[in-house]
């Protein structure tokens, strides 16, 4: 039940994951090509249900025998379907393993949008890869031939509302609402307006809150501008009244030596008014 490689291709091999058919190589044809297409439907049908070891088994041939077709848009194909699944289920390294080996595989003459996007979309979740999204987003959207380049405009909006950027992500929004008016039901569309209406009322929140936060500023500035006011007001005060205190007792003295002076003048009279009696 074992197989080898006989040491061919071991760097290439590294991390990747093999199968093996009975079909040997002059033998596979197109019906074998027919049967890689088949398998990997077969894979989206049990990841649909649930059925996680069965869709990655049956991805697993319909990549072997997409890479024995040689066509590259079949392998790229499969490559993303098996990048999706892995996505789907939390397994983050693997699926960009195989969505960037999918990327690679597309010709030229290709759109690669959706690549980018499954890419933009595993990094958006990670906080510390938020410029890496933002580039393969931005190069989702910039391909017009695909379809699903509208989807981009969300996370974009997420990201840039995550930078506070929020006039640059309600205008991704506006323009998601555009795209989704254009291409699907108006039952989706509502839940998309009604997305878009929620997001509208978070940042409103956040800016009542930035102006709430600006308030308080401004209040204990004021608050402490007052203070400030009030204690060089009773300063001031404190100080006139002591000048007036200092120069009511200068008054003070000044009048009691003029007292004295008078009293000592009736004295010299009244001597005088004696003497001048007798």
Not at 9 to 28: G, I, K, M
Not at 96 to 117: F, T
């Amino acid at each position: 039940g074992e197989q080898r490689l006989s040491n061919f291709l071991l760097w290439q091999c590294a991390y990747s994951e093999f199968y093996y058919t009975d079909t040997l190589w002059p033998d596979f044809d197109e019906e074998e090509l027919d049967k890689a297409i088949a398998l990997d439907d077969i894979a989206s049908c049990y990841a649909v249900k649930g059925g996680v070891d069965s869709t990655f088994l049956v991805q697993k041939r319909a990549l072997y025998h997409a890479f024995a077709s040689n066509d590259s848009l079949i392998i790229a194909t499969n490559l993303l379907s098996m990048g999706l699944n892995y996505k789907d289920n939390d397994r983050r390294d693997s699926a960009l393993y195989y969505i960037r080996w999918a990327l690679r595989q597309i010709p030229n003459d290709e759109s690669k949008g959706n690549c980018y996007y499954n890419l933009g979309s595993l990094f958006a979740k990670e906080q510390e890869m938020g410029d890496s999204a933002l580039f393969y987003l931005a190069e989702s959207w910039a391909d017009s031939t695909f379809d699903g380049r509208f989807l981009c405009l969300q996370d974009l909006a997420d990201l840039e509302a995550a930078k506070g950027n929020y006039r640059i992500a309600n205008a991704y929004l506006l323009q998601y609402i555009a795209y989704a008016d254009s291409l699907i039901f108006s039952e989706q569309s509502t839940e998309i307006e009604q997305l878009i209406y929620k997001h509208g009322i978070q940042m409103k929140v956040r800016e009542e809150q930035m102006r709430s936060q600006r308030l308080r500023e401004r209040m204990v500035t004021g608050f402490l501008l007052c203070l400030v006011g009030i204690v060089v007001l009773f300063h001031y005060r404190l100080s006139k009244r002591k000048r007036k205190q200092r120069m009511y007792a200068a008054h003070l003295i000044h009048t009691k030596e003029k007292i004295n002076a008078l009293q000592t003048t009736i004295e010299d009279n009244t001597v005088i008014i004696e003497l001048l009696r007798k």
